[in-house]
């Protein structure tokens, strides 16, 4: 057994477990859109409607973030594997217009994403070394054919085989 000591180890146990990849989107004080990659993403509740998404507190846009009233998660499909690259360098987050469409809040969605949650910010929680942020879903659009999911797993992208 390793110790939690050895945090590289930790690391790596936690990356066995395999995660959908998602762009959380938001529209800043300045009415700017902006994308982040995020793995963290979870459903909470049906009743009341919540999901939930952390934030690590060294994050370049942690205070764009963690201030944002409304955002929106698009759960990526495989192909759209560049916009998950982009999306998680560390800069600006600027969303690019082709890569978005407006939603039901005022946060904009990724375009052809698997499903789309549409979230006022319910609570936010310190959680370690990552702001646990809950969202209400206030709509959600999912995709008019299933795909197949961006997956991530063992620090690398992945895939589900079918068959």
Request: charged fraction near 15%; proline fraction near 5%.
């Given at each position: ?6 945090s590289r180890a930790l690391r790596d146990s936690l990356g066995k477990f395999a995660t ?5 989107s938001i529209e800043d004080n300045q009415g700017v859109a902006r994308g982040l990659t ?104 999912s995709a008019e054919q299933s795909g197949s999911p961006l997956l991530f797993f063992g ?9």
């Amino acid at each position: 057994m390793t110790t939690i000591s050895d945090s590289r180890a930790l690391r790596d146990s936690l990356g066995k477990f395999a995660t959908g990849v998602c762009v959380v989107s938001i529209e800043d004080n300045q009415g700017v859109a902006r994308g982040l990659t995020v793995n963290s993403f979870a459903s909470v509740s049906l009743e009341p409607p919540l999901i939930l998404w952390s934030l690590q507190n060294q994050s370049d846009a942690y205070t764009t973030y963690a201030d944002a009233e409304f955002f929106s998660v698009s759960v990526l499909n495989q192909s759209q594997q560049p916009l998950s690259d982009l999306y998680a360098q560390r800069g600006d987050h600027l969303l690019q217009p082709d890569h978005c469409e407006e939603g039901a809040s005022p946060s904009p969605s990724i375009k052809d994403s698997l499903t789309q949650f549409q979230c006022q910010t319910h609570a936010t929680y310190p959680g370690g070394d990552h702001l646990i942020i809950v969202g209400r879903v206030l709509s959600f659009k999912s995709a008019e054919q299933s795909g197949s999911p961006l997956l991530f797993f063992g620090g690398q992208y992945g895939q589900i085989l079918r068959g």
